[in-house]
């Protein structure tokens, strides 16, 4: 069964670094999303990503998340300068038609 | 606004029936999903609701009234594999009709 993929599946970096965090979405799905899940927390909405732009981002989503969809399958997530509070679970998810949404095994990044 | 509201824990035996109750108000209402989250992993989808009633699948069932801006999720034959949290999302009316989270119900089957 297709499966949306993630990597790293945890990352460790430094307050300031740059991270970026690689989705692979299932094939044939149009849209795309990023979530944040922070421990102990809901699950977050950050960006949605359609015909290659953005399609909305939440207030989470400021000037330092970048998004991009730099060939055919891969999906990624930027943080320019990496902050203490940015540690969290950051789900990668793809839908076909904007309907089920299919979530990845997540990546885990620990700031520093 | 946005508000979705789901017990915090709840507890329950194996075989038994469980169900887990979500309100949520939206300003634009398309959707009622329900995920299982595993510790640690990332949400899987259960179901989905958009038109008023029940939807079964399997053990698990959920049901949806837009009036009342209410849901529910039934396990049925509860097993310890269950013990999980139990998320209710809400899709909004939008470009990407994208998912806004209540904060999960930790759900613990004991033997």
């Known amino acids: 069964e297709p499966e949306v993929t993630q990597t790293p599946s945890h990352q460790v970096t430094q307050m300031g670094q740059e991270v970026i965090l690689r989705c692979v979405p299932i094939s044939n799905h149009l849209y795309f999303y990023w979530y944040r899940q922070i421990l102990g927390q809901k699950v977050e909405f950050l960006v949605s990503?359609?015909?290659?732009?953005?399609?909305?981002k939440s207030e989470i989503f400021d000037d330092q998340f970048s998004v991009e969809r730099p060939d055919g399958s891969n999906f990624t997530l930027k943080i320019r300068s990496t902050k203490l509070e940015d540690s969290a679970m950051y789900f990668c998810?793809?839908?076909?038609?904007?309907?089920?949404?299919?979530f990845g095994p997540g990546t885990r990044l620990t700031v520093t | 606004g946005q508000n979705i509201d789901q017990p915090t824990e709840m507890t329950a035996t194996e075989g038994a029936i469980v169900q887990i109750n979500c309100t949520y108000q939206t300003s634009g209402f398309n959707g009622l999903f329900w995920y299982q989250q595993h510790a640690g992993e990332a949400p899987t989808f259960l179901s989905y609701n958009v038109l008023d009633g029940l939807e079964e699948k399997g053990r698990f069932s959920s049901f949806l009234s837009r009036s009342k801006g209410y849901s529910y999720l039934l396990l049925k034959e509860l097993q310890m594999k269950d013990s999980a949290s139990y998320l209710c999302?809400?899709?909004?009316?939008?470009?990407?009709?994208?998912?806004?989270f209540g904060t999960g119900t930790l759900l613990a089957v004991q033997p």
């Open positions: 999302a809400v899709r909004e009316r939008g470009a990407t009709n994208k998912l806004i």
């Open positions: 998810a793809s839908s076909e038609n904007s309907y089920e949404q299919y």
């Open positions: 990503f359609y015909n290659n732009e953005i399609s909305e």
